[in-house]
């Protein structure tokens, strides 16, 4: 299953006054767990950042003035999402402005049905306590601390992090696995995996393994690889 999670910067909150996104970040997950593929792109927003914008992101008119604008990265942003879920905190914001850009380069709304909000998420899951993504890194023991400023790119990989932790830690599917392996009973004692009826074929082409002797043989008699 690939899993999108996503952020943006934008010059405010409504982009029916005038606001646009000017950062975009984003990890890919797969099967719950970070590739290490990633997106990061900044926007140049073709207007002046607000001063209680820029107090938030430090994004400020010089440093993007020279940046693409949305419809010169709209086609690769698109590409990189595919069809995946859409992981995103307080999910409505973010898919407001992304919707509002497409739909003035007259492109294709995304679904909101394709996001998966961690804030309604994390609010379901611990009614009355703070669900900001500062909190729930405090909460999962998440580093944080690089997080100065709000970054499109550092926030969606934290809050990779704390998606995972709301849906069951880092290997989410490994409980009910685990559920699957221990109810297989055989004499009434739970499965064990066996020894192999044959070891597996090595992947070590001949010329790796010559290297990896020559290697050793250079390290001398006191090599490790060398005691019995």
């Known amino acids: 299953m690939r899993e999108i999670v996503l952020d943006t910067e934008t010059t405010g909150f409504e982009p029916g006054e005038g606001d646009r996104i000017v950062e975009i970040g984003a990890v890919e997950l797969i099967g719950h767990m970070p590739t290490g593929r990633t997106y990061h792109q900044y926007i140049n927003p073709q207007r002046t950042m607000p001063a209680e914008a820029f107090a938030v992101h430090g994004l400020g008119d010089d440093f993007l003035a020279d940046k693409p604008l949305f419809k010169d990265i709209a086609d690769d942003f698109l590409t990189f999402i595919g069809d995946a879920k859409l992981v ?69 990989e934290i809050l990779a992090e704390v998606y995972l932790e709301l849906i069951g830690g880092r290997q989410p599917d490994f409980a009910l696995a685990q559920g699957s392996a221990d109810s297989t009973q055989k004499n009434g004692a739970a499965w064990r995996a066996g020894p192999r009826p044959a070891p597996l074929a090595s992947r070590l082409t001949a010329e790796e393994t010559a290297a990896h002797t020559a290697f050793v043989n250079a390290m001398g008699d006191d090599a490790v690889w060398k005691r019995a």
């Open 88 to 156: 995103i905190h307080n999910a409505a914001f973010d898919m407001k402005f992304l919707n509002a850009e497409l739909g003035w380069l007259h492109k294709p709304a995304l679904p909101m049905n394709r996001a998966v909000d961690t804030l309604m998420i994390a609010r379901r899951k611990f009614p009355g306590s703070p669900a900001s993504l500062d909190a729930l890194c405090r909460r999962f023991g998440i580093d944080n601390a690089a997080r100065t400023l709000h970054g499109a790119l550092l926030d969606s």
